[in-house]
């Protein structure tokens, strides 16, 4: 009869007030260290002072990353070198491949509640830093759930399996490090258990407060979760979280702004091309 471990909370991470683009203040949780590999950074947008964020983020590039935006409420309007131009409301994703290059503005929307949405950095493989770039929205209703018991996990991307059996994978089947996201509710009393052995695997907590295995995760903390095979949730009040689960690339990284190589001289050159206009092919 085969045994389960349960994972742990091994690092609690607290997030840090800060601001991006046109002075829109965020939540941001970051380490371009290895810590979290293959995730680089998380950015919480929230408010409901438009005051706060309705400077958006006006053109500017990235190399070497992708990015997953998400959004619970308000919505947010994408526009590229590419062409494309689409707009995301409160349920849908954006996801983005910028490769060799990319340039993009994002300009936010608000709804009765304001806005509150997430942008998600993944680190790029090397060997995938200098691809094209690639786009793509889906849409709230194209992710599917598993649901019941005062639970509901919606999968962005991945496979996610109850312990069950019961399982779902996520419509973006591209993020890098083989990468997996999930957006859980929990209500009151609820609880859940998935199997996962994912190398990194990463609950953050945006409201109430969940029990992530042993340990209470108050809202605003991101928990780094111990090797094993199942990952226990509970909440006794009710709460919500993202969670992020991949595969470590294991390489160095090199960080500027919103260029992330794997050494200083590849930074050198990207401002060089960004500078010359050669950045995106």
């Given at each position: 009869?085969?045994?389960?471990?349960?994972?742990?909370?091994?690092?609690?991470?607290?997030?840090?007030?800060?601001?991006?683009?046109?002075?829109?203040?965020?939540?941001?949780?970051?380490?371009?260290?290895?810590?979290?590999?293959?995730?680089?950074?998380?950015?919480?947008?929230?408010?409901?002072?438009?005051?706060?964020?309705?400077?958006?983020?006006?053109?500017h590039p990235h190399r070497?990353?992708?990015?997953?935006?998400?959004?619970?409420?308000?919505?947010?309007?994408h526009e590229d070198h590419?062409?494309?131009?689409?707009?995301?409301?409160?349920?849908?994703?954006?996801?983005?491949?910028?490769?060799?290059?990319?340039?993009?503005?994002?300009?936010?929307?608000?709804?009765?509640?304001?806005?509150?949405?997430?942008?998600?950095?993944?680190?790029?493989?090397?060997?995938?830093?200098?691809?094209?770039?690639?786009?793509?929205?889906?849409?709230?209703?194209?992710?599917?759930?598993?649901a019941g018991g005062g639970?509901?996990?919606?999968?962005?991307?991945?496979?996610?399996?109850?312990?069950?059996?019961?399982?779902?994978?996520?419509?973006?089947?591209?993020?890098?490090?083989?990468?997996?996201?999930?957006?859980?509710?929990?209500?009151?009393?609820?609880?859940?258990?998935?199997?996962?052995?994912?190398?990194?695997?990463?609950?953050?907590?945006?409201?109430?407060?969940?029990?992530?295995?042993?340990?209470?995760?108050?809202?605003?903390?991101?928990?780094?979760?111990?090797?094993?095979?199942?990952?226990?949730?509970?909440?006794?009040?009710?709460?919500?979280?993202?969670?992020?689960?991949?595969?470590?690339?294991?390489?160095?990284?090199?960080?500027?702004?919103?260029?992330?190589?794997?050494?200083?001289?590849?930074?050198?050159?990207?401002?060089?091309?960004?500078?010359?206009?050669?950045?995106?092919?």
């Amino acid at each position: 009869m085969s045994t389960r471990t349960l994972r742990q909370v091994d690092h609690l991470q607290p997030s840090q007030p800060s601001q991006d683009g046109d002075g829109v203040k965020i939540k941001r949780i970051h380490d371009f260290g290895g810590g979290l590999d293959p995730f680089l950074m998380l950015d919480e947008l929230g408010s409901d002072q438009p005051n706060d964020y309705i400077g958006g983020f006006p053109p500017h590039p990235h190399r070497g990353i992708q990015t997953l935006t998400y959004v619970i409420h308000g919505g947010l309007t994408h526009e590229d070198h590419m062409g494309h131009s689409s707009t995301i409301h409160a349920g849908d994703a954006q996801w983005m491949h910028t490769g060799r290059g990319i340039i993009h503005s994002e300009m936010p929307l608000t709804d009765s509640h304001g806005l509150h949405a997430f942008q998600l950095w993944l680190n790029l493989a090397a060997r995938e830093k200098m691809r094209p770039a690639d786009y793509r929205d889906v849409r709230g209703n194209e992710m599917p759930r598993l649901a019941g018991g005062g639970v509901e996990l919606i999968a962005l991307g991945g496979r996610w399996t109850r312990d069950d059996g019961e399982s779902v994978e996520g419509p973006l089947n591209a993020l890098a490090g083989s990468g997996g996201v999930a957006h859980v509710r929990l209500a009151a009393g609820g609880k859940l258990t998935l199997q996962t052995d994912a190398p990194t695997l990463l609950a953050y907590v945006f409201e109430g407060e969940l029990e992530v295995g042993d340990a209470r995760v108050p809202a605003g903390h991101l928990a780094r979760l111990s090797k094993g095979d199942h990952l226990a949730l509970a909440s006794a009040t009710g709460g919500q979280a993202l969670l992020l689960a991949g595969t470590p690339h294991e390489e160095p990284v090199a960080h500027y702004g919103p260029f992330v190589m794997n050494s200083h001289a590849e930074l050198e050159q990207a401002l060089r091309d960004y500078r010359d206009g050669t950045l995106t092919g």
